[in-house]
């Protein structure tokens, strides 16, 4: 227990500054308070220090124990605050939890820690409480290690409380203030002024009932502390209660005009499709309207319509009756017509065999003209043929008759005077080949 409570002082020893004295209402046993960081402070340093101070005077040990109690108290100051971060007035265990992130410690052993503290078993630690505990368990074993520590200088510096180095020349007040400040005192009376007055007159008169008087003015003022907390936590829980209710109410109010919100939006929404649907109907109706005025024109217009066909259909009967008969006549014109049409198919057919036998006697006739022209046209040729051996022959006489002919007399036939009826008879000769060829 000693070393978890000197490990969390000496883990904030150095960390956070001094507060003031606000929040603290008593510190007893400061003597064992004092002894027990004075041992801590011993086991920290060494041997060494030790033998330094057995060796020193008796006022420097009590200037350096003075010294040592200040700090001491500041550092319990600072540990509570650290605990108290709401600035309750009081920690619980589990504001000593709290503490596992920033201390080397474990659950159970911050756990012990305050079931040590804690005395009344009620929960949790007042200021006082707090201080009580943390120097009672720091000055048991201080008073084991140390035993040569005077009492006396140890409770007379206690006295001092929670100021800084008080010198032996300072006033009443400044002594009086610290003492309150020290009980957690200073802001419980509204005038101290009488408090002041009693506490000075026994601090003179019966200093052996100052210590009484201290120690009812702790419990005085923690008991007004806690019936002002227990005051301040009804106010809070009635104003929890009130917030509570209000936020209910609020909440049902709430709650109320949505419902009545959703409703009218309902009744809205259900006269819109009314409304809509009356406006739909209506149309309808109308459409409907419209369409039976369509539907009994049209049937007007189909009983007219019915009527003129009922007309229509007797003057067709009667145009009919009239085609029949015209159809009729017809028929027996047609008749009559095909028969006439035999008797001109028959004349017809006479007159065609009429003109195939003229037409075959002239191809006959024809034929025999053309055989005739044939046989002469041969016979022309032959005589054609004749002429030419004959002229042929006659050419070959004359040649042979000019070879014989003196050179004198060959310029001479070189000009012939052709007989015209040589030339003549053979150009008319061949003129008729010709033209019986042509044939």
């Given amino acids: 227990m000693k070393s978890c409570l000197e490990c969390v002082m000496w883990e904030h020893s150095s960390i956070f500054p001094c507060p003031g004295a606000k929040g603290f209402e008593k510190m007893e046993n400061q003597r064992s308070s004092l002894l ?13 220090e030790d033998e330094v101070t057995s060796g020193a005077s008796p006022s420097s040990q009590v200037s350096e124990l003075e010294d040592v109690q200040v700090e001491m108290l500041e550092k319990a100051r600072e540990l509570f605050q650290l605990c108290d971060k709401d600035e309750k007035g009081f920690i619980t265990k589990l504001d000593m939890q709290r503490l596992q992130s920033e201390l080397p410690l474990t659950l159970e052993q911050l ?11 009620n929960g949790y630690l007042t200021p006082v409480e707090f201080s009580m505990g943390l120097g009672k368990l720091i000055g048991i074993d201080l008073c084991q290690g140390a035993g040569r520590t005077d009492r006396s200088s140890h409770e007379e510096t206690f006295e001092s409380g929670w100021s800084d180095d008080m010198d032996p020349a300072d006033d009443e007040e400044k002594r009086f203030c610290s003492m309150m400040e020290q009980l957690g005192a200073a802001q419980v009376f509204e005038d101290p002024s009488e408090v002041r007055d ?102 007007k217009k189909l009983e007219r319509q019915l009527q003129s066909l009922n007309s229509e259909q007797l003057e067709t009967r009667v145009q009919n009756e009239r085609l029949r008969h015209l159809n009729e006549n017809l028929l027996e014109e047609l008749e009559k017509s095909k028969w006439e049409l035999e008797a001109v198919k028959g004349q017809l057919q006479k007159l065609q065999k009429e003109a195939q036998n003229e037409q075959e ?79």
Wanted: net charge neutral; aromatic share 6%.
């Fill in 36 to 48: 027990g960081y004075v041992h801590w402070e011993a086991e920290e340093e060494g041997d060494e």
């Fill in 111 to 121: 756990e012990t820690v305050f079931d040590s503290l804690e005395q009344n078993n």
């Fill in 198 to 299: 009693l506490w000075v007159r026994l601090r003179k008169e019966r200093p052996e009932l100052l210590a009484n008087f201290e120690e009812f003015l702790l419990r005085v003022s923690s008991y007004i502390r806690e019936v002002n907390h227990e005051k301040e936590s009804m106010e809070q829980a009635l104003k929890r209660k009130e917030t509570d209710h209000d936020r209910e109410v609020r909440c049902l109010y709430e709650e109320m005009e949505q419902q009545i919100k959703a409703e009218r939006e309902r009744l809205i929404c259900q006269e819109a499709l009314r409304h809509n649907r009356s406006n739909l109907l209506q149309k309808e109706l109308r459409s409907k309207e419209q369409e039976l005025e369509k539907i009994l024109y049209r049937q």
């Fill in 361 to 439: 006697q002239k191809d006959r006739d024809v034929f025999r003209v053309s055989k005739n022209m044939q046989k002469e046209k041969q016979s022309l040729l032959r005589q054609l043929e004749l002429l030419r051996e004959m002229n042929k022959k006659l050419r070959d006489e004359r040649d042979t008759f000019e070879a014989k002919k003196p050179v004198s007399l060959r310029k001479k036939i070189l000009i012939p005077n052709h007989p015209p009826f040589i030339c003549c008879c053979c150009c008319h000769h061949l003129g008729a080949s010709h033209i019986h060829g042509g044939q």
